[in-house]
């Protein structure tokens, strides 16, 4: 499976140079406008794109005819592509810190607490999104998936506000906003673990074309 992965890094890698680059610039915008931290929402959704670029690249290439000969099961080449979307969205967070660090040395007001809670809800979109979105990759073409991936987030923020009001039937979101998003953000790993199972499924089911 590293194989597999390092094959998807080498096709993103200009994807992600852009990322990087374009992120940092954002973050410098949105100092004079918004909170720098508050990039960290958009973070890792922007730098997940390069995963359904991979996959419209396999599609096209061939390359799903080919990896399936290979000594990997279904599983571990869904759990690459699972695997790589979990990575960008890290190092989405991560390329955002950058620009938040610089101008937290410069004077700016950001504090630990908005990082946490802005990369909480921007982490809980990404897996949110990429549960919704990566096992319809396997069952729509490429085309279509791709409209899925981007009205995924949309689905992602409605259920992001279906579980914060849920949360605050139990406990005051209000007075435990932090606490709230890292209750939302587990509940978007265990959806994002069980989309997996079920893209497993999906795709052994599959015919490769």
Not at 71 to 93: D, H, M, N, T, W
Not at 115 to 139: E, K, N, R
Request: charged share 10%; hydrophobic share 55%; glycine share 8%.
């Amino acid at each position: 499976m590293k194989g597999v992965l390092l094959k998807d890094l080498y096709i993103a890698k200009n994807n992600i140079v852009v990322t990087v680059v374009s992120l940092i610039v954002l973050g410098f915008g949105l100092s004079f406008l918004l909170e720098t931290s508050a990039l960290l929402v958009l973070a890792p959704a922007v730098s997940t794109t390069a995963v359904f670029i991979s996959i419209t690249s396999d599609a096209a290439s061939g390359w799903n005819k080919n990896v399936i000969t290979m000594p990997l099961s279904r599983g571990r080449i869904i759990g690459e592509k699972y695997a790589f979307y979990s990575i960008l969205a890290v190092f989405g967070v991560l390329a955002a810190l950058i620009p938040c660090g610089i101008l937290e040395m410069i004077g700016a007001d950001i504090t630990v607490s908005s990082l946490c809670l802005y990369g909480a809800i921007g982490m809980s979109a990404a897996l949110f999104a990429g549960g919704i979105s990566l096992p319809c990759a396997y069952l729509f073409d490429p085309e279509k998936s791709q409209i899925v991936f981007m009205m995924s987030f949309l689905a992602s923020t409605g259920m992001i506000v279906a579980l914060v009001l849920f949360i605050n039937l139990f406990l005051s979101v209000k007075d435990h906003i932090l606490l709230t998003f890292v209750i939302v953000l587990g509940a978007a790993a265990l959806c994002f673990f069980v989309s997996y199972q079920i893209a497993v499924k999906v795709y052994q089911r599959r015919d490769i074309v």
